[in-house]
């Protein structure tokens, strides 16, 4: 069974960081793209951040852009997001996802599998 289980939401004041992690089992994702979106309540599900098979490439919304770093460890079959600078508005849900390619993708159709979600909330 085809697992992406994400960790490591929580509570953070606005201006501090968290990281999150999505670990996952079931098959290798080390051939394809992985990517991270969020929803907040009342919202439509958005892109945050995507990486492609090898780590090389990656592409970021623009919100994440200079405060987010997407990273991955494919040894460990696991995918990070590092959260600085976190401003009230980045309170979500934040989902992890696999795409059926190897070169990163913004889009949901590329995407085949998705993790359950880790809650950020910011206070601000």
């Known amino acids: 069974q085809v697992q992406l289980v994400e960790s490591g939401g929580g509570l953070v004041q606005a201006g501090g960081s968290l990281r999150l992690s999505c670990a996952a089992s079931?098959?290798?994702?080390?051939?394809?793209?992985m990517g991270w979106f969020r929803q907040a309540p009342g919202k439509e599900r958005e892109f945050v951040a995507t990486?492609?098979?090898?780590?090389?490439?990656?592409f970021y919304a623009e919100d994440s852009k200079g405060r987010f770093t997407i990273s991955r460890d494919n040894a460990k079959n696991t995918v990070y997001l590092q959260m600085n600078s976190l401003k009230f508005e980045d309170t979500a849900v934040y989902y992890c996802a696999a795409a059926r390619r190897t070169e990163y993708s913004a889009y949901f159709r590329d995407y085949i599998y998705w993790g359950q979600g880790t809650q950020v909330t910011v206070s601000s």
């Open positions: 079931g098959r290798s994702f080390n051939n394809n793209a």
């Open positions: 990486i492609n098979w090898s780590g090389l490439g990656t």
